[in-house]
């Protein structure tokens, strides 16, 4: 009959804590009930801040900490509630969830906080907060957003507000602070300190704020060269695709010549040959018969007639013809090949030399600076370039093998032809790839020592002069390195180096910024030396080998 006469709703018998219908409903001297898991749990945290404990709801304080006991006719109520089917009060966008910052003056279930007031050290709901804009006994108060962290404000030693800025400590305290630990101190009003903080937050704001339209003028910029490089790397890509087309036209067509002129002289030759060869048979013909006619006269056993036909018989027309036909040996054309591969290796020679500079006019087109040298074996390897080895370079007393990426020092001289390129004295080679970008390679040795080195191709070749050795000029730069040690040698002077010994030399080369590195290879890589100057030319890989010495250019993955 009760339930008939009073309308009951779920967020009477809620906890303002869980938000739930109160279980093991307890109630606080100052008559506000909680579930008594809420409230212990609330008090526990209490305990660890502030050492108080108080009324989540009227912030009534209680010391000691009371001790709670389950409020009977409360927990009989509400067990016949649940029993009609009542619930908590379903969620509603006004009242403060888990994120939210609750109001610390409502009862009940709690609204969300609009404000929070750094003097009364409290959050308010737009309901509660009324009376800091219409009472002016609150006009000095600071009201912020709704905060979880107000209790920052409160001094953990004195339990007051913070209102004091210490310089001394860089820190703020509360008016008590003064007197005790921060007595002496230089200090001054948090608001005055916040006064001067802000002057410098503006300052350093404008300079973030031109910094960015620096760095978004700079990426606008950037933009631009973007659009650039890639109108003129298009350009040149289709101007070079017209040019190589070309210049294919031209080789098809002297091709086309060469074989139409070859055809035509065949013909020719070959309507003479057999021109002369049916006049041949035809002779041949003749004398055939004339033989038939000789022997059947020399059959015939009547003198008279014998005598009579013979001088008619026996007279031969005069040949044409020489009496022997010399043929030379079987190489028709043969010149016609070798000029054809004259001028193939001629043309691969201008294409080799000419891609070398194109290839390093497209490296030269880095409108950004060069990154950093790699730091580790992995970074180097990004930039892993396969070397082999020319053999129209080595000395004679060197072996090339493993496709020509591995060299050897013999006490025989090989069997290589004469070539211009070719060093004559020195036990040195070259690569047959030039070098520029960035790249990084690996030289293997063994045997008493070598030197590793990079070069010009304008470097001497021939005789015994100092031009012509590795790191004795000006344009070739050389690592020495024997058994204990190691040096760097480049126009004659000579560096002294230390380093961990190691059969294995890796060389990074950033051809554009100007830096040749060496470092020793292992399990970790050392810097042997690092050279920064200007390459006017593309570079060569290039070894010189000491008596009984090997050195292998490494493929790298």
């Known amino acids: 009959m009760a339930q008939k006469g009073v309308q009951l709703d779920g967020e009477t018998f809620s906890c303002s804590i869980c938000l739930d219908l109160l279980k093991d409903p307890v109630t606080t001297s100052c008559g506000h009930s909680y579930c008594m898991n809420c409230i212990k749990r609330f008090w526990d945290e209490e305990e660890e801040k502030k050492k108080i404990h ?319 040298e790699p730091k580790t074996r992995a970074g180097f390897l990004k930039y892993s370039h396969e070397i082999t080895l020319d053999p129209n370079t080595a000395h004679r007393k060197l072996l090339l093998s493993e496709g020509n990426r591995k060299v050897t020092r013999m006490k025989q001289q090989q069997s290589y032809s004469d070539h211009p390129d070719r060093f004559t004295v020195w036990c040195q080679v070259l690569s047959r790839e030039s070098l520029t970008g960035r790249c990084y390679w690996e030289v293997e040795w063994r045997g008493g020592g070598v030197e590793i080195a990079v070069a010009y191709k304008n470097i001497s070749r021939a005789g015994s002069s100092e031009e012509c050795a590795f790191g004795f000029n000006d344009k070739s730069w050389s690592l020495r390195c024997y058994s204990n040690s190691y040096k760097f040698f480049y126009n004659k002077v000579q560096t002294d180096l230390s380093g961990p010994r190691s059969s294995t030399v890796g060389v990074y080369l950033d051809h554009r910024a100007g830096i040749l590195s060496f470092y020793s290879v292992s399990e970790t890589m050392t810097l042997l030396h690092r050279v920064q100057t200007t390459f006017t030319q593309p570079l060569y890989a290039g070894v010189y080998l000491y008596d009984g010495a090997t050195a292998e250019f490494i493929k790298l993955k």
């Not at 927990?75 to 009609?84: C, M, S």
């Not at 404000?115 to 009376?131: A, F, M, P, T």
């Not at 804009?133 to 209790?151: D, G, N």
């Not at 043929?327 to 080799?352: C, H, N």
């Open 54 to 372: 108080s009324c989540p709801q009227c912030r009534k304080t209680f010391t000691p900490r009371p001790v709670l006991e389950k409020n009977i006719m409360l927990a009989v109520l509400l067990e016949q509630l649940r029993k009609t089917g009542l619930q908590a009060a379903p969620a509603d966008h006004g009242y403060a969830g888990p994120e939210d910052v609750a109001c610390d003056v409502c009862t009940g279930r709690k609204l969300k906080a609009t404000k929070s007031c750094l003097v009364c050290v409290i959050s308010y709901c737009e309901k509660h907060i009324k009376l800091h804009y219409e009472s002016a006994a609150f006009e000095k108060h600071k009201l912020v957003a709704p905060s979880k962290k107000l209790q920052e404000n409160i001094c953990s030693r004195h339990d007051e507000v913070m209102k004091i800025f210490c310089y001394t400590d860089q820190q703020s305290i509360c008016y008590l602070c003064t007197m005790d630990e921060h007595k002496g101190h230089e200090t001054v009003p948090a608001a005055a300190e916040r006064t001067e903080k802000q002057k410098e937050l503006e300052v350093r704001r404008l300079n973030i704020q031109q910094r960015i339209q620096d760095r978004e003028k700079d990426v606008k910029l950037l933009q631009q060269e973007v659009e650039a490089i890639n109108g003129s790397a298009d350009k040149a890509v289709e101007d070079s695709e017209k040019m190589y087309t070309e210049l294919i036209r031209l080789i098809q067509k002297r091709s086309s010549d060469v074989k139409q002129q070859v055809r035509s002289q065949q013909e020719t030759e070959v309507s003479r040959v057999k021109e002369l060869q049916e006049k041949l048979e035809q002779e041949i013909a003749e004398l055939k018969r004339k033989d038939a006619e000789l022997e059947q006269l020399s059959h015939t056993e009547d003198h008279n007639q014998f005598l009579h036909n013979y001088p008619s018989l026996s007279a031969l027309s005069e040949s044409t013809h020489s009496s022997s036909i010399n043929i030379g040996p079987l190489r028709y054309f043969e010149d016609v090949t070798a000029a054809v591969s004259e001028t193939r290796d001629k043309l691969q020679d201008i294409l080799r030399e000419e891609w070398t500079n194109i290839s390093l006019r497209v490296t030269e087109e880095d409108v950004l600076l060069s990154p950093s």
